[in-house]
């Protein structure tokens, strides 16, 4: 029995480092690691190696690496094992050998998603295809394919591919929710949501298509709608740092400051290390007059990302605010040096004459 590949892709959270001074920077994923992400789902190969009535797929896995199959599915089999056991290499070659004695799509299929584990995405999308011309009834490649052109930068051929795959797969939420985040990479907002919609028409719970729903929403300056989407999120996963950061985020541009600082303070309890929450949180400070605090929520974005122009011109602002010169120099001067053309967001007495 086929098992649906999970989704590449992962829902939208915090950009690493806008130029923008302001707050409203909240973007990329369904990218999984190294993209922020929230909830993204691992790799899965195309069909299981164990039933799930059998052992532990691990344990199963174990055992089958050490068999010496001959056949085309027992080469298959001990293929999708080494990939259980993250061995992508031992895996890639095991598919190989089974494809040299049969044809067959879902060993081209499983060889794809082998190569995407290890970002090798031209011969993912080679083999993908191969699948989808021996088996164009299949969903699976598809879906895979396109979120594969997405991640090489051929939008128009991924959304190509999930159009397709949302023809053959009426059910897997996953579908929608990928195809809008391509229409959210080319500012089809309103199509974007309207994927999203359809993801949680397929599953209500899907928290992903909440998030990146509301930050459809946001963009759009729909920010009652955002904060509705992004506590549906967290009804479903309370800890979720990328939902109450993005909530934050609508927050502050309601005007809501109480809210949005308690929201943000709770981004960075659940995720530490994510410098956007401090960055953003010192931007509320700063709106509340609080510059102390904003240069010190700077610092710690700084702490995190020490090559981000933003946060220096952030907390370079922040200390202009505070009277100390010297120190709004120095970090202005750092801005400028990462990104020169950037003069017009500092202000005049600190450009170098």
């Avoid at 027992?74 to 070659?93: E, P, S």
């Avoid at 800890?239 to 934050?248: D, I, S």
């Avoid at 929201?263 to 929450?277: K, M």
């Avoid at 240069?295 to 700084?302: I, P, S």
């Amino acid at each position: 029995m086929v098992r649906k590949f999970t989704s590449l892709l992962a829902a939208l959270a915090l950009a690493g480092c806008s130029r923008e001074t302001v707050v409203d920077n909240l973007v990329e994923t369904k990218s999984a690691a190294p993209d922020k992400a929230a909830a993204a789902k691992p790799i899965a190969a195309l069909d299981p190696v164990a039933a799930p009535s059998e052992s532990d797929p691990i344990e199963q896995a174990k055992q089958l690496i050490n068999t010496e199959p001959t056949d085309a599915e027992g080469l298959r089999l001990r293929g999708n094992a080494f990939f259980t056991l993250n061995d992508f290499d031992a895996a890639i070659a095991d598919y190989t050998l089974s494809l040299e004695k049969a044809q067959e799509a879902k060993t081209y299929y499983n060889r794809g998603v082998a190569y995407t584990a290890k970002g090798e995405h031209e011969l993912a999308v080679a083999d993908y295809t191969k699948a989808i011309e021996l088996r164009p009834q299949d969903s699976s490649p598809y879906f895979n394919r396109g979120v594969v052109l997405h991640r090489l930068g051929k939008i128009a051929q991924g959304l190509a591919d999930l159009t397709e795959a949302m023809k053959l797969d009426t059910t897997d939420p996953h579908v929608p929710l990928n195809r809008g985040i391509l229409y959210l990479a080319v500012d089809l907002h309103e199509k974007a949501i309207a994927d999203f919609t359809a993801a949680l028409e397929r599953d209500p719970k899907c928290v992903e298509a909440y998030i990146n729903r509301g930050y459809a929403r946001h963009v759009r300056g729909e920010y009652d709608l955002a904060i509705a989407d992004f506590t549906e999120a967290l009804k479903l996963a309370p800890f979720n740092a990328v939902a109450v950061g993005n909530r934050g985020n609508a927050h502050y541009k309601r005007g809501d400051y109480d809210a949005a600082l308690k929201d943000l303070t709770d981004a960075i309890q659940f995720d530490p290390r994510e410098p956007q929450y401090f960055n953003n949180r010192g931007t509320v400070w700063g709106a509340k007059g609080d510059h102390r605090r904003a240069a010190e929520d700077f610092t710690a974005a700084l702490e995190r990302r020490p090559d981000c122009a933003a946060y220096l011109r952030n907390r370079g602002h922040a200390f202009h605010k505070l009277g100390e010169t010297a120190n709004a120099q120095r970090d202005f001067t750092a801005a400028l040096a990462l990104e020169p053309e950037e003069t017009a967001s500092v202000p005049a007495q600190y450009l170098q004459k």
